[in-house]
């Protein structure tokens, strides 16, 4: 059984407050087609920003370690053979109408916690969403478009087959259920490789899943622990998974809580503080989750909780399962 989970993530905050409708840096197109690729591979670069960051590198080494390569971080010969074709890193797809939108999502718990959802706040988040990126970057990309319905866009090419181009919320059209269709729109496949185990490495700031031989299934950038919450370090193990939580804000367990602050159930959505998934530990109050700040991961601290990308954390949600061990170390 899944249980409250308390102590963990921050309140949400809209894209839209990291990315202001500014213009963005156009991508280098070389580290746009790498991080495209690492990500249909399973590595994950975080966000695709266009730029050869340290989440960049760190998913090059992941996956080097992955395909017994010289793990260096560098993007080599054999590193680039053995990713395959890097050619056609975006794709133009069309929009659909994603809403409803919610106006804004406000900053204190107690008012989060009066709305029916912590929702998408405009059609720009649900695409960065979709495509793992940026409003920022979907701007760069798509320089003077509107994002309206109809509209044909560029995006990164990290699409599943099968699962639709829009942004739209598909559940009423296929009779899917919501969880599917919140993998439809995070463009992440229902069907994964099982984890074995799960290593969380706070030096790196990585999150890896391996097989029963110990290879590197995926990596996923995180957000992990801070001076006042450190990451429990030990094994734990995979207690079970909320899908499209609810949050169960308790300002006790926040060092940096207002002393007005009440307990709060907020509701569920991408812009929860623990996103669209809390994968439950076996050490109480800790988890790994989703966040509303995509951009922010492996960037800031938490309050001791694992946070990923919305749709990094719902592709482990579909690798693990209870009793996995989860392996928490330096």
């Not at 989060?112 to 970057?137: D, N, V, W």
């Not at 560029?154 to 259920?177: H, K, L, M």
């Not at 391996?210 to 996923?220: M, P, Q, R």
Request: glycine share 8%.
């Amino acid at each position: 059984m899944v249980r409250q989970y308390l102590g963990c993530g921050a309140i949400a905050l809209s894209l839209a407050a990291i990315f202001p409708h500014s213009a963005h840096a156009v991508p280098n197109k070389s580290a746009l087609a790498l991080q495209v690729a690492l990500d249909r591979a399973g590595f994950s670069p975080g966000v695709i920003d266009g730029t050869l960051g340290r989440l960049t590198r760190d998913a090059v080494k992941s996956y080097q370690e992955a395909n017994g390569i010289a793990v260096t971080g560098d993007v080599d010969a054999e590193t680039k053979s053995a990713l395959g074709d890097l050619s056609a890193p975006t794709e133009s797809v069309e929009v659909t109408d994603a809403g409803p939108f919610q106006a804004s999502i406000p900053k204190d718990a107690g008012e989060q916690a009066k709305l029916a959802k912590l929702g998408y706040t405009s059609i720009e988040e649900a695409l960065a969403e979709r495509y793992h990126t940026t409003p920022a970057m979907l701007r760069s990309l798509n320089p003077g478009d509107h994002f309206a319905p109809g509209d044909h866009i560029t995006v990164p090419a990290v699409a599943v087959r099968g699962a639709g181009a829009g942004a739209s919320d598909t559940s009423a059209e296929t009779g899917a259920s919501e969880w599917e269709a919140t993998l439809d729109k995070l463009n992440v496949a229902k069907s994964q490789s099982l984890a074995a185990q799960v290593v969380v490495d706070k030096s790196d700031r990585t999150v890896r899943v391996l097989d029963a031989a110990g290879k590197v299934l995926a990596s996923f950038p995180a957000t992990i622990g801070s001076d006042h919450d450190p990451l429990p370090l030990g094994t734990w193990k995979i207690r079970g998974v909320a899908k499209l939580p609810s949050f169960h804000y308790n300002p006790e367990l926040f060092w940096d809580a207002k002393a007005k602050d009440d307990k709060a159930t907020l509701p569920s959505g991408p812009n929860s503080p623990v996103g669209v998934v809390w994968i439950d530990l076996s050490k109480e109050h800790y988890g790994i989750h989703g966040t509303p700040e995509p951009a922010m991961i492996g960037r800031t601290t938490s309050h001791g909780c694992i946070r990923l990308t919305n749709w990094d954390a719902a592709k482990l949600a579909q690798m693990v399962h209870p009793g996995v061990p989860a392996i928490l170390q330096d």
